[in-house]
């Protein structure tokens, strides 16, 4: 049993602590201060988190994506193929994103995540799990205004994002994890979500995770257990019991992602919640392989609180490997 | 009620001038005295209320020199809320996100004083400006009420007192805003139009909901249930691409038209809104139309925001003469 991360992590401290990413975007936009005096700011940011993850007792961390204005337009801006057009509400949350807009061939020119992941890898004491935007999440949150085709336009960013996934592979990740939040919206795409699952992980050569949030996979289930990965991260905060319900339907024949902690709300955990989740999964999944974290990325929260509930979500599968819960 | 076609008005806030802006980071340090910080919002409420006179704006607003943020405002002060902590909304913004601990409740009028003193500035209407009950419950933490419900009927309760108090003090428009209203279009909707039918119920004044970004398309024609007079959308941001939603079934409330694109630095032309107004007709009639901007302008500077909205009133003018011709 392991503790991780799903992705995301507050960018700035509580106040009063200066928050300096985000003054330093805008000395960046004032032209003040430069690209590279940017990213050498949000080197230290993200150090400072790998850090507190570290600190928190998680085993396999993300690079915080202090890096990411968000999931989508930080790969559309990467591939060929996109503009970036206005602000779009980024799923059920209060949180907004510029919509990518494909108006030409969607490809892969050089890697997008492959410098951030060696740079957290180089910097972390704990391992570093880089994420990728999925193709169906990629496409259905952006416009299409070249293949007007949802097949064609989710199979081209599957092929694209196949080089991204193969490159993060080369530089040593271990494993790496596949976002698919919009399947949850989209159900009706699966039959085109199975097929880009084979592309988007033809040949790469590390574990591979595929997580879902933001709902459950009532309908989905156990058709996920055909794809070609081995570990599957589901929300059992956001659709309440439903996930619950749905995981017990067939074996669970992967590795588990339990994400369990709630990363939308601020009300806390007690390490205990924790390992009674665990020990609920445990009825299903053998505890080794459950990699136990929260139900989505952690920027949804204050830093303070995100902090406290890491490790809360620390202590309590300590409590659940003793036994003692 | 204006007596002119087209109406011409504003989405709620405007820029801070500068003296504000050091004068609040200050109080928040609590190097000023909270009395001085009153003046300087007053002051510079008046500024506004007199350059909207000058720009010939019809329907006024106080500018919301004393907000900070549209939620934080109203949890600040009411009851069963406090603080979490700031949370990032996309690129570099963040907003203080309130979390709901206890029940919730009004102590007493939230924006009456506020009304009345830019309402004793001018003799146009100045409107009364809220936060509806969905958007604040979906923009604060949810740690206290079993399930959103229960806290949106609650806060519509308390929003609908607030309503009561403002007309009573002479407000003859009121504007209830809902950024957050398409948030889960299909869950949730009913419940939306349910807290604005109990939040405007019995109000003999003009009422406007403010509703922007996210899928509006999703909530057509089903936004036509809310309780209110005016639906004030953007429409430039997107290249009034929502025209084509509006053709059928038929805009039946009035449209606050947003003509301006609140986030561009770029001030619109007066040829541009008259075109917007223009294409507008096709699918709206003139008298169901007022003109506004998309959002609020307060991430604006007070020259861009003035630009903007000198360009409206001009391109609304000629379009009334055209109309009249």
Known sequence: ???????????????????????????????????????????????????????????????????????????????????????????????????????????????????????????????????????????????????????RFVMALAAALNHEVRALAAAGAALIQVDEPGL????????????????????????????????????????????????????????????????????????????????????????????????????????????????????????????KKLDALAAGVRLAKEGVA | MTGVLFPTTTVGSFPKPPYLREARRKAARKQLDPAELRRLERQATEEWVRAQEEIGLDILVDGEMYRGDM???????????????????????????????????????????????????????????????????????????PTRRELVLELARAVHDEAVDLEKAGAQYIQIDEPAIHTRPDEDFDLAVEAMEIVTRGLTAYTVTHVCYGDVPRIYPAMLRLAVNQIDLALKNDDYALLDTFRSPRFTKDIGLGVLDAHSHRAESPEEVTEGIRRTLEVIPAEQIYVSPDCGLKTRTADETVAKLRAMVEGTRRMRKECAS
């Not at chain 1, 999931?71 to 503009?83: E, H, K, P, S």
């Not at chain 1, 669970?252 to 709630?262: E, I, M, R, S």
Request: net charge neutral.
């Open chain 1, 184 to 307: 949850l919206v989209r159900r009706d795409q699966w039959p085109l979500f199975r097929r880009a699952m084979d592309v988007l992980w033809d040949g790469v050569g590390a574990r591979r995770a595929l997580y879902t949030y933001f709902g459950h996979v009532d309908g989905l289930y156990p058709a996920l257990l055909d794809l070609p990965v081995d570990v599957i991260g589901l929300d059992f905060v956001a659709a309440r019991e439903r996930n619950w319900d749905v995981v017990r339907r067939a074996p669970f024949t992967k590795k588990l992602g339990l994400g369990v902690l709630d990363a939308r709300n601020t009300r806390m955990e007690t390490p205990e919640d924790i390992a009674i989740a665990c020990r609920r999964a445990a009825e299903f999944v053998s505890p080794a392989s459950l990699h136990v974290g929260p139900s989505a990325g952690l920027e949804f929260l204050p830093r303070r609180v995100a902090r």
């Open chain 1, 1 to 151: 049993m392991e503790t991780t991360v799903v992705g995301s992590y507050p960018k700035i401290p509580d106040p009063p602590a200066p928050g300096r990413w985000r003054s330093s975007v805008e000395k960046h936009q004032r032209g003040e201060i430069s690209a590279a005096d940017l990213r050498h700011i949000e080197d230290e940011v993200t150090e400072e988190v790998l850090r507190e993850q570290a600190d928190a007792g998680i085993d396999v961390v993300t690079d915080g994506q202090i890096r990411w204005e968000d999931g989508l337009t930080y790969f559309a801006r990467g591939l060929t193929g996109f503009t970036i057009a206005g602000l779009q509400r980024y799923f059920d949350t209060n949180v907004y994103y510029r919509q990518p807009v494909a108006t030409g061939e969607v490809a892969w020119r050089a890697p997008i995540t492959v410098a951030d992941y060696a740079f957290a890898a180089a910097k972390s004491t704990r391992s570093v799990k880089p994420v990728v935007t999925g193709p169906l999440t990629l496409a259905v949150m952006s416009r299409d205004e070249h293949y007007r085709s949802l097949d």
């Open chain 2, 71 to 145: 939620v934080a405002f109203f949890a600040d002060q009411m009851d069963g809320f406090e603080i979490a902590g700031l949370v990032r909304s996309y690129g570099n913004r963040y907003y203080p996100k309130p979390a709901v601990v206890g029940p919730v409740g009004r102590r007493g009028p939230l924006t009456v004083e506020w009304f009345r003193f830019s309402q004793a500035l001018t003799k146009r209407p100045v409107k009364g400006m809220l936060t509806g009950p969905y958007t604040i419950a979906e923009w604060s933490f949810n740690e206290y009420y």
